[in-house]
């Protein structure tokens, strides 16, 4: 591996990279599409209840974690698809692990939602 002198320019350039991949995210996998409406929705609804700081930080966190496991999950995918696209078992339980993490993610992020906005949302009947 090559060793370079740092360099700010380059490291803000590195972020080009990073925002490409956001685009390819939004643009090329469906599933990715939802989680962002339904982000929407829920920062909306978290304006719409006024929720504290502290609500915030764990609902920003929850759709970092839930994008985030929908981003290695996409790139797992992609590289196997590359790599072969034959089927194989191996890859299909490669490939059903790498969604399940996307689930397990979701359904967290769910729950947390749940705890955050079920009382508010109670306490307005």
Request: proline share 1%; no cysteine; aromatic share 10%.
């Amino acid at each position: 591996m090559k060793v370079e002198k740092f360099s700010l320019l380059n490291r803000l350039k590195s972020f080009k990279h990073a925002f490409n991949g956001l685009r390819i995210l939004l643009r090329e996998e469906h599933n990715s599409r939802v989680h962002f409406a339904i982000s929407g929705l829920v920062i909306a609804l978290g304006v719409l209840l006024k929720i504290s700081f502290i609500e915030w930080g764990v609902i920003v966190f929850s759709i970092g974690f839930v994008f985030s496991v929908e981003i290695l999950n996409s790139s797992i995918e992609n590289l196997i698809d590359f790599v072969s696209l034959e089927k194989h078992d191996a890859i299909k339980k490669i490939k059903d692990l790498s969604a399940a993490a996307v689930l397990v993610s979701s359904i967290t992020a769910i729950i947390i939602g749940t705890l955050v906005f079920l009382p508010k949302i109670i306490a307005l009947f």
